[in-house]
């Protein structure tokens, strides 16, 4: 199921989550989300500040915190 959901985020299809695809992906699943909650979880994810999430990150990070997102 995870795998499905970074597919989903990753709109590109290139193997990483940009913030953009990250952010629509987020305010598609919870439309009372803000700008700055966004932004703060996807730095969170992006531990190594690269500026995108790649497929480790993703799954390390969204398996220990589904609560947070709302999906299960």
Known sequence: ELNDLFLQFDTK???IISFSEFQ????HINKK???PEVKKFFD???FNHKGFINYSQFI???SDNL????LF
């Open 13 to 15: 299809n290139d193997g």
């Open 24 to 27: 629509k992906a987020m305010h």
């Open 33 to 35: 989300i803000n700008n």
């Open 44 to 46: 969170d994810l992006d």
């Open 60 to 62: 390390a990070s969204v």
């Open 67 to 70: 609560v947070i997102f709302n």
